[in-house]
């Protein structure tokens, strides 16, 4: 490992593994460190995104998507059913893991390089740069940190950055042997299966016969999200659909909601999960974490040609996304409340 970097990432998620290789292939010295020993996993994430994420990956559709999305149906505690679309293609089933491995195989291509198992510790400032210790390198120095280290991001607490307004509690799986309708999600509310959020059943394949499932619970939840992950088999609007079934894979994490009102300070950029970019009605953060990801990298380019890292011109970074998707994303946390 080389001690000096223009620019670090911390995170090997697939935000910061998408600015990592931005920044790289205008010719910076880039390296990603990344706490755990394969990239994707553990799996916390139920695959469902809107295509607008292959505008910014260079990623094959083939290559990662399962299956295509044409409606939901919405079942209420009492039963009621809503379906909503079912007349074009809405959403892609992604095989995250391959997405994750595929965004990471791009940036290093781009020529960053990826340390695993290499959790970042501390970070202090030197001068007029950040040097960053990892559980396995000492004083690793760079001009630009890019925190991309998900909902509890150690940088945002490092440099007394605000915290989202609050942190889903998320668990699911991926399960075999079902009968769904392959082109509908199907959705469940109430304050007994999901206080906070909603819990989901996504087909996985184009049978119907593979699925993730999955809920998050919202912090007010007294109970944690085992108890009502296994009560969704025993609900009486769940349960129909998960007679049978085998689960494959847990998947488990949390959802940061409420975008952090300053994402920059100087020598850093704050990115995807790590500010909260996520849509708070879906909880959907890889299309807003790559849409804010793709401003992120184009400032920190900029900066890094220009020798620029101080707050005052990193500031552009939040102004850039925060006037594209600001405004939803307040307004969703707006709905949310209500
Ligand atoms: C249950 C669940 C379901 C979801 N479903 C969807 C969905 O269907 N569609 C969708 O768009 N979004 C979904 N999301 C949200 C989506 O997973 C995140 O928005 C996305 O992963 C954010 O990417 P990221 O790169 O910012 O962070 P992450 O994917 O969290 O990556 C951060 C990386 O940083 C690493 N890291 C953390 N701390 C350190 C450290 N100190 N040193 C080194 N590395 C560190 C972590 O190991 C991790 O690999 C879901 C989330 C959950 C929990």
Redesign the pocket.
């Known amino acids: 490992m080389q001690e000096q970097y223009d620019a670090i990432i911390?995170?090997?998620?697939?935000?910061?593994g998408y600015v990592a290789g931005e920044i790289a292939s205008k010719g910076f010295k880039v390296a990603i460190?990344?706490?755990?020993k394969q990239i994707g996993e553990p799996l916390?994430?139920?695959?469902?995104?809107t295509s607008r994420v292959f505008d910014y990956v260079d990623i094959s559709k083939e290559s990662v998507v399962q299956n295509k999305i044409k409606g939901a149906n919405i079942h209420s505690p009492s039963g009621y059913k809503l379906t909503i679309g079912g007349d074009r293609v809405h959403a892609l089933v992604i095989d995250r893991l391959n997405f994750d491995k595929e965004i990471i195989k791009n940036s290093m291509e781009k020529g960053a390089e990826l340390f695993l198992e290499?959790?970042?510790i501390s970070i202090q400032k030197k001068g007029k740069q950040i040097e960053i210790k990892t559980s396995k390198s000492n004083d690793v120095k760079c001009n630009l940190l890019v925190g991309?280290?998900?909902?509890y991001s150690?940088i945002r607490d490092r440099f007394l950055m605000s915290q989202p307004t609050e942190i889903l509690r998320?668990m699911?799986a991926e399960i075999s042997n079902t009968r769904l309708d392959p082109n509908s999600v199907e959705i469940f509310v109430g304050e007994n299966v999901a206080p906070g959020f909603f819990a989901w059943i996504i087909p996985t394949n184009e049978n119907g016969t593979e699925a993730r499932i999955?809920l998050?619970i919202g912090p007010e939840s007294t109970k944690p999200p085992l108890y009502y992950f296994s009560n969704l088999f025993k609900n009486k609007n769940s349960s129909p659909f998960l007679e049978n079934v085998k689960i494959t894979k847990k998947?488990g994490?949390?959802?940061p909601f409420g975008a952090l009102k300053k994402t920059y300070s100087s020598n850093l950029l704050l990115v995807?999960?790590?500010a909260a970019q996520?849509k708070p009605t879906s909880?959907?953060?890889?299309?807003t974490?790559l849409l804010c990801g793709s401003y992120c990298s184009s400032v920190a380019i900029e900066s890094l040609q220009k020798n620029n890292f101080t707050s005052q011109f990193l500031k552009k970074y939040h102004k850039l996304w925060s006037s594209d998707i600001g405004m939803e994303l307040y307004l969703g946390m707006k709905f949310r409340k209500l």
């Open positions: 911390v995170g090997g998620g697939p935000i910061g460190f990344e706490k755990n916390k994430c139920a695959g469902l995104v290499n959790s970042v991309a280290d998900g909902p150690k998320g699911g999955g998050c998947i994490g949390s959802i995807g999960d790590a996520v909880g959907g953060g890889i299309y974490g």
